[in-house]
């Protein structure tokens, strides 16, 4: 397993196909609807949901493929985020007022949560009988899939166009995810469960025939259009297996269907409380928001966050945005209370649609609130605020660590390059201009009447600029295109692409820059491991894989 590590550590350096994204991001785990444990460090469990609900939302992020060696990869990030969120624990950082406040958000952010899904839930009408015999035939299926994933409804739909007209949907696959060459493996998620999907995924991938592909599908990480190979059914299910688990497939039943009706419950909770906004207070912070001063940084990388103690040290905390009735008081929402929901919120959404922005604030305060009115604070509200927080002091260890490369032994990063073959691999760069804009107005405008070029990249690796790889992958060369980004617009001219063979003599010093803040990762986790009681259900995992 250790092997195993170190190769998902080096190899994401370097943005190969098995592993780009593997060993960072998180991810929100949901409800434990399969409890067994498939390994534990220490005390500290890995169940098989948070396992597939993790797994499941890094292929979808990454456009990774599911292979065996991808899913011990991400079993050994998750064991290694357990030791290093304890180490974490241990450091002044732990302690810090933007940790601190990053856990009171986190806490807030997942009563809400819990509100929204027990009040929904106690809304609607009981499944019928017929409804959950359809789910429980569902969970017993595995779709196996292929997607194409996009950032914009308008890159998504046109590519469902191609598709349409007749492009095959692997040549498609190549060209999304902007391959050099052809890979039969473009897209490819394997075989997927119903539950252990994004909701509006599954749902979109069982309603189709196998060999068919949908329309483009919003989801929570983006657009995407799905195409179903085929579905794999159990041969014979029994009457007394589906009574056994006719309550826990009524319950998953009702949760899927609480998120996908959501927004209603939303929009009908916030009527009734009847909420008035200060128009001049928010565009006053509207103003104030698009003024505040970028940090120094690369120009090249997206806009930085909107930092929730950067806005409060420009604004009276105490300036009333909206307010709203609360059991016959009419209560005030605050500016202070909009910053410190900042860091969570859409940043392009803050910049360009402030009145939506404190809207959205505000519905995440009136939910935690109802939530903690409701008791809420229950083992499930624990287990996924303590899951986040867990991958968030990970994150923050590895970066700790990444900090300081002094004393890395250089002949493990040349035999990482020669065990990972990756003088056989090839990379591909890519030679473009963009300058960056805070509203699609600007961009457009500087379009039109001359761009000054802030970024000036020259074959740089595509697998290294992932904020720019979706779109400098596949526009035309030598055309000047205007695209919207997580954060913020971009005015784009590419200029040349290329496909270069990965040499240790040639890429020596950037191999060795990239890789030794993983190295120092590396080293640290195997020597928690030597002291750690970590445990792995072998058999238990293999069998994920089959079933």
């Known amino acids: 397993?250790?092997?195993?590590?170190?190769?998902?550590i080096l190899a994401a350096c370097l943005g190969t196909a098995a592993f780009v994204g593997g060993c960072s991001g998180e991810s929100a785990a949901g409800p434990d609807a399969d409890p067994r444990v498939i390994a534990s460090v220490d005390a500290a469990s890995i169940t098989v949901s948070w396992f597939e609900q993790t797994y499941i939302d890094f292929l979808v992020r990454s456009g990774a493929n599911d292979t065996p060696v991808n899913r011990w990869a991400h079993l050994d990030f998750l064991v290694d985020s357990i030791l290093l969120a304890r180490e974490f624990e241990k450091t002044a950082d732990a302690q810090s007022r933007d940790f601190r406040q990053f856990l009171r958000r986190v806490e807030r952010e997942e009563l809400g949560s819990r509100y929204f899904e027990v009040a929904l839930i106690d809304t609607m009408s009981a499944p019928t009988d017929h409804q959950i015999r359809e789910a429980f035939q569902r969970s017993k299926e595995k779709a196996i899939v292929r997607h194409l994933y996009f950032t914009s409804p308008q890159e998504a739909q046109a590519s469902w166009e191609r598709l349409e007209a007749g492009t095959s949907f692997l040549e498609e696959a190549q060209?999304?995810?902007?391959?050099?060459?052809?890979?039969?493996?473009a897209g490819y998620l394997g075989a997927v469960g119903y539950y252990s999907m994004d909701d509006a995924f599954a749902e979109a991938a069982w309603e189709l025939a196998p060999?068919?592909?949908?329309?483009?599908?919003?989801?929570?990480?983006?657009?995407h259009i799905i195409l179903l190979e085929q579905l794999t059914t159990t041969p014979l299910l029994t009457e007394s297996e589906y009574q056994t688990a006719r309550p826990g497939i009524s319950s998953q039943y009702r949760l899927r269907r609480r998120r996908r009706e959501g927004d209603t419950f939303v929009r009908r909770f916030m009527e009734a409380r009847e909420v008035q906004v200060n128009a001049p207070a928010i565009s006053a912070l509207s103003g104030l928001i698009?003024?505040?001063?970028?940090?120094v940084g690369d120009p090249s990388q997206a806009a930085p966050m909107l930092q929730s103690e950067t806005l409060a040290a420009e604004i009276d905390e105490g300036v009333v945005l909206a307010t709203y009735e609360w059991e016959g008081d009419r209560v005030a929402f605050t500016a202070g209370e909009y910053a410190f929901w900042l860091e969570s919120l859409p940043q392009r959404e803050a910049r360009e649609r402030t009145a939506a922005s404190v809207g959205r604030a505000l519905r995440?305060?009136?939910?935690?609130?109802?939530?903690?009115e409701e008791g809420l604070r229950d083992a499930e509200w624990e287990t996924e605020v303590r899951r986040r927080v867990l991958l968030e002091s990970a994150a923050r260890m590895r970066r700790v660590l990444w900090a300081d490369t002094s004393g890395v032994d250089t002949t493990l990063i040349r035999q990482a390059y020669e065990r990972l073959g990756l003088a056989h691999q090839r990379l591909r760069t890519v030679t473009f201009k963009a300058a960056l804009f805070p509203t699609q107005r600007q961009a457009e405008v500087a379009l039109q009447s001359g761009v000054a070029w802030t970024v000036s990249l020259a074959d740089e690796r595509l697998e290294e600029i992932p904020e720019w790889s979706p779109w400098v992958a596949t526009l035309p060369l030598g055309g000047t295109t205007v695209v919207g980004?997580?954060?913020d617009w971009a005015v784009i001219r590419v200029d040349g692409r290329k496909v270069v063979p990965i040499s240790w003599e040639r890429h020596r010093d950037e191999l060795i820059r990239r890789f030794a803040p993983r190295i120092r990762e590396f080293e640290t986790v195997h020597q928690l491991r030597a002291s750690a009681?970590?445990?792995?259900?072998?058999?238990?995992?293999l069998s994920l894989f089959t079933k």
């Open 175 to 185: 060209t999304v995810y902007g391959l050099a060459r052809m890979d039969s493996m």
């Open 211 to 223: 060999g068919t592909w949908s329309r483009p599908v919003r989801t929570r990480f983006g657009w």
């Open 1 to 8: 397993m250790r092997r195993v590590a170190a190769m998902c």
């Open 485 to 487: 980004r997580q954060r």
């Open 290 to 295: 698009r003024d505040l001063e970028p940090a």
């Open 533 to 541: 009681g970590v445990r792995v259900d072998t058999t238990l995992f």
């Open 364 to 372: 995440n305060e009136l939910l935690a609130r109802a939530a903690d």
